[in-house]
């Protein structure tokens, strides 16, 4: 199976802004949430999207 487009993970600072029971990597400050969204998308070959100040998410197009 090829996965072609999902979301595969999500990096907040605040756990309250994301849903529970996907990949969500919470981060104590907002350069925690720079360098964790740039490694993953690195790491899981995908784009970070900032949606808010407080939300990234790294999809796969």
Known sequence: M?????ILAA?????NK???GGNVFVC????????VAAE?????DGIAH???ND???IVKH
């Open 50 to 52: 900032k949606l808010s």
């Open 2 to 6: 090829i996965l072609e487009k999902a």
């Open 55 to 57: 939300v990234y998410i």
């Open 28 to 35: 104590e400050t907002k350069s925690e949430m720079d360098k």
């Open 18 to 20: 994301v849903p529970v």
């Open 40 to 44: 993953l998308e690195a790491i899981l």
């Open 11 to 15: 990096i907040t600072d605040s756990v």
